[in-house]
Every structure is written in structure tokens, then in C-alpha cells.
């Protein structure tokens, strides 16, 4: 049987009660598609320890975590700690940490799941977006003087290399290619920020020489926000940087339905480190404790996590689980349209395995 070594970090809110309802689901794929076990190991990093120990993660917690095959993360964040504190000091300094500058986010509508979007449903929105991970606007780059005077003065650097870009566009390039479309859209503002993003459209433009196969489009990133929004169907895979892919998926979660059902990979596609799988939902503390958490963005996220550990029947199984889940309507969370209770997710999912 193949074993699968997996960290598993809950962190805050409700990152605690969804990350066990996905190990319990995990463990019903298992029974279900045999072959394979994920052997979980748990670690209380988060707020919580940062309240105890005064640090979000041990100093060696990446070497700690170095030898797991993945990572399950749940979310991190806590409304009495400031917010870059708590995301530097757990998720960006693992992403950093174990290089996994292939931020992966597909979105879809599910049938069943109401969009905001008028007369949209299942099949209109199908998107994959590959957001740079490492660098650019949160590469930690800059700081702070004459603090507490009139001429304090703060700068944030936004850092892109070659080497970065490049790499990350390949990425996209090839799942592009994948996919049936074979249609990537690129997005930048390099009408106003002149250098970073006239390099990122300079380098799209050379890799997809590579990549004949491949229709590229290029777009402005406010512009793309009201392409998601009008046009839904003329995009399919979408590539852009840090900060940009970071807005526009939270977007695209919100018009599929909800961010309870947006996953997230953290890739270190060369498969040097472990890499992170998550929902993009975020602590949700106003929610926290009372059982109503969506679970299936966890769901979606451990279907990746199967994906990229070559368990393709699995991952398989998962999203048909959760596409008939939705298709029924009879165990939705609140918001997807719902009353159920994320125990009962759980459990239909678990039954929707067949």
C-alpha cells in the first residue's frame, strides 16, 4: 500500500473545524479507492501558540515539516493579533520558506450552487488561476522611518526577478496547455507600473513562443475584473502576479457562489519541499464554534492534495462526491443557499462516494 506523510496545521477559527472534517473525509477515500494512506500528523501552530510561546511556529518548524510528503493547511488569522504578523509568521514563511511559487486556484460553478452572477450556472465559470506565490508585492521588501513623526515615511517594494517570472509563466503556460482550451489570459497593470509589469508582459510574450498550442490573451487587471464579471466564459486558465491573483480569486470564489468552496494549492512544482494545500476562506472567527463552517472548500483542497501525490482516483472521486453533493441541494452550508450543519456536509459527502 502507498503511505503518504502528511502535516496537517489547522491554525485559527475555522481552520480547526473544517481540517478535521476533510481528514474524516480523506479517510472514507481511502476505504472507498483503496491502494493508498495518508498518515496525518498534526501541529498546533497558529495564534493560539503564538499566545503561548510568542511565535506563530517554532523557529524550526520548516525543517521540521521538510520531511512530510504535504502539507493541510487551514487558515490563519485572529482578530486580537495583527494581521501580518499571523500571516508572516505561519503560511508566507512556509510558502517562502519551501519555495512554492505556484499558487494554484481553480474555481467553478457546481450545479446546484447559486451564482451572483444573473442567468449563470454550472459550466460558465471553469477558471484555473496560477497566482505567483514567492515574490513581487508581498515579497517582504521595504520598511519604515521616523516612525511616530511627520515625516514618517513607509515603503513596500514590490520585487520581480527573471528567474520568478519566468518560472511561474511556464507553469501557467503548461497547464494551459493541459486543459482543453489551451487559452491563457495574462494579466499585469502595466499601463501605469512601467517596469515590474512591462517585464512580466515581455515575458509572456517570449515564453508563449514556446508554446504554439497555446491562444494568449493579455489584460489589464482592472479590466479583468469586469471581464469575470460580463464575459465569464472567454476566460479558462488565468496567470498574474502576488497581489493581483490574490484579489481577482477572491473574486472568483465570490461569483461561483462563495469562498467555501475555494481551494488552494501552494506548489513547489520541482518537488524539492512539501508542498501546501488550503482553503482560501480565511479564520471566519464571527462563524467559529458554531458548526456551520463549509466544509467543501477543505474537500476541493484534499482532492488536490491527492492530485499532486498521484492519487488521481481519489482526487476523482472526491469532486464527483461533492458535485452531487451540490447537485442534491439537500445538504448545502448557509452560504451556498443551504441549512445544513457541516457535520451533515461531511456525511453526504461521504455517502455521495458511492
Not at 466564459?233 to 473574486?251: E, F, K, M, P
Request: proline fraction near 6%; glycine fraction near 10%.
Amino acid at each position: 500500500m502507498r503511505t503518504h506523510r502528511i502535516a496537517v496545521v489547522p491554525g485559527d477559527g475555522i481552520g480547526k473545524e473544517v481540517v478535521p472534517e476533510g481528514l474524516r473525509l480523506l479517510a472514507a477515500v481511502e476505504k472507498k479507492v483503496g491502494g493508498f494512506h495518508c498518515e496525518p500528523t498534526r501541529f498546533p501552530w497558529g495564534s493560539d501558540y503564538y499566545r503561548a510561546h510568542g511565535v506563530m511556529m517554532p523557529e524550526d518548524g520548516n525543517a521540521t515539516l521538510k520531511p512530510f510528503d504535504a502539507i493541510l493547511f487551514g487558515a490563519v488569522g485572529d482578530p486580537e493579533l495583527p494581521d501580518h504578523l499571523t500571516l508572516w509568521g505561519l503560511r508566507l514563511k512556509i510558502c517562502q520558506g519551501f519555495d512554492q511559487y505556484a499558487n494554484v486556484r481553480p474555481t467553478r460553478i457546481f450545479p446546484g450552487v447559486p451564482s451572483p452572477l444573473a442567468g449563470r450556472g454550472a459550466g460558465d465559470i471553469d477558471w484555473v488561476i496560477v497566482r505567483e506565490n514567492t515574490e513581487g508585492e508581498y515579497s517582504g521588501v521595504g520598511g519604515r522611518a521616523h516612525r511616530g513623526l511627520p515625516i514618517e515615511v513607509a515603503m513596500e517594494t514590490s520585487v520581480f526577478t527573471r528567474a520568478g517570472v519566468e518560472r511561474v509563466m511556464r507553469f501557467a503556460f503548461r497547464l494551459a496547455e493541459s486543459r482543453p482550451r489551451k487559452h491563457l489570459t495574462v494579466i499585469t497593470k502595466s499601463n501605469a507600473q512601467r517596469h515590474g509589469m512591462v517585464m512580466w508582459d515581455e515575458i509572456a510574450a517570449d515564453i508563449a513562443k514556446e508554446f504554439p498550442a497555446v491562444t494568449v490573451r493579455k489584460l489589464l487587471v482592472d479590466a479583468a475584473t469586469t471581464v469575470m464579471v460580463k464575459d465569464p466564459r472567454s476566460l479558462d486558465t488565468i496567470v498574474a502576479t502576488n497581489l493581483h491573483a490574490d484579489i481577482l480569486s477572491d473574486l472568483a470564489g465570490a461569483l461561483a457562489g462563495s469562498l467555501g468552496i475555494a481551494p488552494t494549492a501552494n506548489l513547489n512544482p520541482e518537488r524539492q519541499f512539501p508542498s501546501m494545500f488550503e482553503p482560501i476562506h480565511g479564520s471566519a472567527f464571527d462563524i467559529m464554534g458554531k458548526g456551520v463552517a463549509n466544509p467543501i472548500a477543505t474537500f476541493w483542497t484534499v482532492a488536490m492534495m491527492l492530485e499532486h501525490l498521484g492519487e488521481q482516483a481519489g482526487a476523482d472521486a472526491i469532486m464527483r462526491a461533492i458535485e452531487r453533493v451540490c447537485a442534491e441541494g439537500k445538504f448545502l452550508p448557509a452560504d451556498i443557499g443551504g441549512k445544513a450543519r457541516m457535520a451533515e456536509t461531511t456525511d453526504a459527502t461521504i455517502s455521495a462516494l458511492g
